[in-house]
């Protein structure tokens, strides 16, 4: 009766809660680890769903099964190839690093080298992309036309077309104009991607859910949008004379931008479909009153392998690579006093990450609003893990997040097996190894010390009637911690962590029953 039954009995309870998410679990197309006691999959419907869920039923519930084939054929349609993804074959890429050696554009907290290095990691991420070079050139104002000094750029491109076999240069910086991209091109005769090109095009690789994909095209919208006004100015060059589209009415740019508006309105109509039937699902979740954990940080932190020690979930694949994580993935764990909770895995972070990128994927990362606990996890061991905790409160700032969860946010310094003796300086960090499993449990007690504070659960003894029915209500409905049992009266005390609208249930089913808080 003890915990057999208790730890099926929740921890199936906190999976459909979980499922209540509605995020498939990703499984992205290059490298990472998932966890170990039957997985918690986005698949499993949210509890009371079978063919048709309440939730489901009230998002579909506009045309019946032809509005539905109709939605998905448009869904399709937006979801088609992308005119920006990078050719299907192999790319021999050129890194080129313009370094800021003063003023207010360098960058803070870190160096040229461990810029360039990240960009590395960025392309190796992508499958058959190779990096043949790495160039890290001075200069003083990097948004300029041609980014570096006119020496600086005739001794690159010198340098680029002597290069075997290149076929693409990553020049890292955030974003260059399309009049740029244009005369880099013509100058070295290859393609050139920034920042904001090669982290869309690794999301590209890893989407799984519709969601994630339409938050990919909508993030693509900005380029396109500056892309058609360049080849708008160059038609108008080239050709001369009327710029209208014959009998239209309208030139050629109207025309296109027209469609392009068209294009962004569909594709923020579908997420708002989407959000809805998220905020449905919420709502199922809500009602089992599980707490919810978020699990940020900066990406290729460790956060899905600190989920996997911490739920023993054997399903999950960890992978050491950047933004395996696109889709929020729930899966159930248990904290020392046996309350379950749900951790959620998050789209990781990165420095220099367009604003316009993260916006996009706002349906994804309002989840986090609703958690009981942010969990940010550091790479302590990353020479630029300074920079990296500024990244990730900068964006969770953005978030317009309750300050409250802001406020009680735990800080984990992750990968302290690879630095000796290692001891947090920052007040309240707790050190762990999520992959050796040093200083789980501390930080498992600091969670759930956190979410009673937060959710306002309580720990009470309530003494019951081994007859009645309040025992098996109470393994339903409550985290049940200990069972003493008194044979002779035929009665038990029960330590309980209740939720106020489960107390209020109680109360009133068994007004007799004696309650003392623990």
Avoid at 425 to 452: D, F, M, P, R
Avoid at 505 to 515: A, H, M, T
Wanted: with cysteine; proline share 6%.
């Amino acid at each position: 009766m003890g915990p057999g039954r208790l730890s099926w009995s929740l921890l199936l309870r906190c999976r459909r809660a979980a499922a209540a998410l509605g995020a498939p679990r990703c499984r992205p197309l290059l490298a990472r680890p998932l966890s170990a006691a039957a997985p918690l999959r986005a698949p499993l419907r949210p509890p009371g769903t079978g063919g048709g869920a309440p939730g489901n039923g009230a998002a579909a519930a506009g045309g019946g099964e032809e509005g539905e084939e109709e939605d998905e054929a448009a869904l399709e349609e937006l979801l088609g190839p992308s005119p920006l993804a990078p050719g299907p074959g192999a790319q021999r890429v050129a890194i080129v690093h313009p370094a800021v050696k003063w003023g207010p554009r360098k960058a803070p907290h870190t160096t040229a080298e461990l810029q360039i290095a990240e960009a590395v990691a960025l392309v190796d991420t992508l499958q058959n992309w190779t990096v043949l070079d790495k160039i890290i050139l001075p200069t003083r104002n990097p948004s300029k036309k041609f980014v570096f000094g006119k020496g600086n750029f005739q001794v690159l491109t010198e340098k680029i077309k002597k290069l075997p076999n290149v076929t693409a240069v990553f020049l890292n910086v955030e974003r260059i104009s399309s009049l740029t991209k244009k005369e880099l091109e013509g100058a070295w005769g290859v393609p050139v991607f920034d920042r904001y090109t090669v982290v869309l095009h690794i999301f590209r690789c890893n989407a799984r859910t519709k969601e994630a994909k339409l938050q990919i095209a909508l993030a693509e919208i900005p380029v396109l949008r500056s892309n058609l006004k360049n080849e708008a100015s160059q038609r108008d060059q080239q050709r001369g004379g009327s710029r209208y589209i014959m009998g239209s009415g309208e030139t050629f740019l109207e025309t296109q931008s027209r469609v392009l508006k068209e294009r962004e309105l569909k594709i923020r109509n579908a997420l708002e479909k989407l959000r809805r039937k998220r905020a449905l699902l919420r709502t199922q979740r809500r009602k089992c009153e599980f707490p919810m954990v978020s699990v940020m940080g900066y990406t290729n932190c460790g956060k899905t392998t600190l989920i996997k020690a911490l739920t023993g979930e054997a399903g999950i694949q960890p992978k050491d690579q950047l933004f395996a994580t696109l889709d929020i993935t729930a899966h159930a764990g248990y904290l020392p006093s046996h309350m379950a909770v749900i951790y959620v895995d998050t789209i990781g972070f990165l420095t220099d990450l367009p604003h316009n990128l993260v916006e996009s994927f706002s349906a994804t990362l309002e989840e986090v609003a609703y958690s009981d606990l942010i969990v940010h996890v550091r790479d302590i061991t990353h020479p630029e893990t300074i920079l990296q905790k500024a990244t990730v409160l900068s964006v969770l700032r953005n978030l317009n997040l309750p300050s409250h969860l802001l406020d009680s946010m735990v800080e984990v310094h992750n990968k302290v097996d690879l630095i000796e003796r290692y001891k947090p300086t920052e007040e309240n960090a707790l050190a762990v190894s999520a992959l050796h499993g040093h200083g789980l449990e501390e930080l498992k007690q600091e969670i759930e010390k956190k979410i009673l504070a937060l959710t306002g659960k309580k720990i009470l003894t309530v003494n019951i009637n081994l007859e009645g029915p309040q025992l098996s209500w109470l393994y339903k409905e409550a985290t049940v911690q200990e069972v003493e049992v008194m044979p002779e009266e035929g009665t038990a005390r029960v330590k309980v962590i209740i939720g106020d609208s489960a107390f209020g249930r109680y109360k009133n089913l068994f007004p007799s029953s004696k309650i003392s808080m623990s």
